[in-house]
């Protein structure tokens, strides 16, 4: 039986990070976006906190061994990334995602998290295809990846050198991407979560708006 927790969670989860997100488009518009762009990494343990309360007591633990695996791969990613130029390119992380260790923010590792659910509970129901739906779900990791970069260095996240993006940034997303996916299969999620899939379309509006707007 679903607790009442888990009943709030699903119910008000997406408007609370809705609220957060659109509050954050008007300060990093028309405000201090050094401010707001500094709570980042506090949105994101928000919303991982939130997919957990939300999920079935059954699937906590196998979301949890998927936490965990797209965590040490995205960070452990990131910090082959900066130290080497493989497989993104050369670039360096800057000041407003919290705190660093070798030279990444810790939290990283839950943004890869939270875009590799999101983004698999889409492609779950548009195809039954395991192949289809790695390849799906990657590709919408990579299209949000493209709202990002241009904003990057702007909110004080990530720099590139020469402040050009690589176009091998977005093969090597696609090809970290995928194994989150196949992952995500893998360990057979089944439960669909409101919460979780709407969030990717939550990330993507934010970030479209941004661009257009500073």
């Avoid at 990093?28 to 991982?48: H, K």
């Avoid at 779900?137 to 004080?156: H, T």
């Avoid at 590139?160 to 989150?180: D, H, R, S, T």
Wanted: proline share 4%; with cysteine; charged share 10%.
């Amino acid at each position: 039986m679903d607790t009442k927790l888990q009943l709030l969670a699903r119910k008000y989860g997406l408007g609370l990070l809705a609220f957060v997100h659109f509050f954050g488009i008007w300060v990093i518009s028309f405000g201090n976006r050094d401010f707001f762009a500094g709570f980042t990494p506090l949105n994101l343990l928000l919303a991982a906190l939130l997919f957990f309360i939300a999920s079935n007591k059954q699937e906590v633990p196998k979301l949890g061994i998927f936490a965990l695996l797209c965590f040490v791969i995205g960070y452990g990613v990131e910090v082959l990334g900066t130290q080497t130029g493989i497989p993104f390119g050369n670039y360096a992380y800057l000041h407003n995602l919290g705190p660093k260790l070798i030279a990444v923010p810790v939290l990283i590792g839950v943004n890869w998290f939270l875009l590799a659910y999101s983004s698999a509970l889409w492609v779950k129901r548009w195809s039954t295809s395991n192949l289809v739906r790695i390849v799906l779900g990657a590709a919408l990791m990579v299209g949000l990846d493209f709202f990002i970069e241009p904003l990057c260095a702007e909110l004080g996240f990530w720099q590139w050198e020469g402040n050009k993006i690589p176009p091998q940034n977005y093969l090597a997303w696609f090809g970290v991407a995928m194994l989150m996916q196949a992952l995500f299969i893998r360990l057979k999620l089944q439960a669909d979560q409101a919460l979780a899939r709407w969030y990717l379309v939550l990330i993507a509006v934010f970030f479209m708006m941004l661009n257009i707007l500073i």
